[in-house]
T-cell receptor, first 110, second 115 residues
Framework: AQSVTQLGSHVSVSEGALVLLRCNYSSSVPPYLFWYVQYPNQGLQLLLK??????LVKGINGFEAEFKKSETSFHLTKPSAHMSDAAEYFCAVSDSDMRFGAGTRLTVKP | DTGVSQNPRHKITKRGQNVTFRCDPI?????LYWYRQTLGQGPEFLTY????????KSRLLSDRFSAERPKGSFSTLEIQRTEQGDSAMYLC?????????????FGAGSRLTVL
């Protein structure tokens, strides 16, 4: 069965610092991987996805993620955090249906 | 298109009552999903439909829960004899196509509070 594990339920960074949110997946078939963001009182929005092809995927708002098969990882990064990045981030893996990790809450300090 | 619409946005009910949530997906999307999300957790898969066919149900979906998508358009999720443990945000999402690479578009959710 497919699943994802997000390491760290809460990450705090200073504004302008690197953001790194970790995700490891388990899948019996080549995975489709996603990152979603959830702002307070809003629905989940897609940040980026990996299906096939280039392993470095660029998303919205300056985020990117790299698919590493050897490490079964799909970590999310952003070079410079902005206050508006504060939100809950969810990694997900999909086969026929989509399964989500527990989420990582990102706090950005001024 | 206004996206995925869920109603009601909030529902407060007493234990033992029945509740029903409605989801209107993006009109051209053939797949519709229901998830449950509790505070501090990720969305937990409940069930999904392809057109009107319910293709998969999670073991989380006890016999008190039933979902329908009668004409392959909107869907309802009914919870019978609600329990306090049912308190959660119920999320609906839709997508087009059949493969796992399809992006899910989520609604804002329906929050259930069982007293």
């Amino acid at each position: 069965a497919q699943s994802v594990t997000q390491l760290g339920s809460h990450v705090s960074v200073s504004e302008g610092a690197l953001v790194l949110l970790r995700c490891n997946y388990s899948s019996s078939v080549p995975p489709y991987l996603f990152w979603y963001v959830q702002y307070p009182n809003q629905g989940l929005q897609l940040l980026l996805k990996y299906t096939t092809g280039a392993t470095l995927v660029k998303g919205i708002n300056g985020f990117e993620a790299e698919f590493k098969k050897s490490e079964t990882s799909f970590h999310l990064t952003k070079p410079s955090a902005h206050m508006s990045d504060a939100a809950e981030y969810f990694c997900a893996v999909s086969d026929s249906d989509m399964r989500f990790g527990a989420g990582t809450r990102l706090t950005v300090k001024p | 298109d206004t996206g995925v619409s869920q109603n009601p946005r909030h529902k407060i009910t007493k234990r033992g009552q029945n509740v029903t949530f409605r989801c209107d997906p993006i009109s051209e999307h053939n797949r519709l999903y229901w998830y449950r999300q509790t505070l501090g957790q990720g969305p937990e898969f409940l069930t999904y439909f392809q057109n009107e066919a319910q293709l998969e149900k999670s073991r989380l979906l006890s016999d008190r829960f039933s979902a329908e998508r009668p004409k392959g358009s909107f869907s309802t999720l009914e919870i019978q004899r609600t329990e306090q443990g049912d308190s959660a945000m119920y999320l609906c999402a839709s997508s087009s196509g059949q493969g796992g690479a399809n992006v899910l578009t989520f609604g804002a959710g329906s929050r259930l509070t069982v007293l």
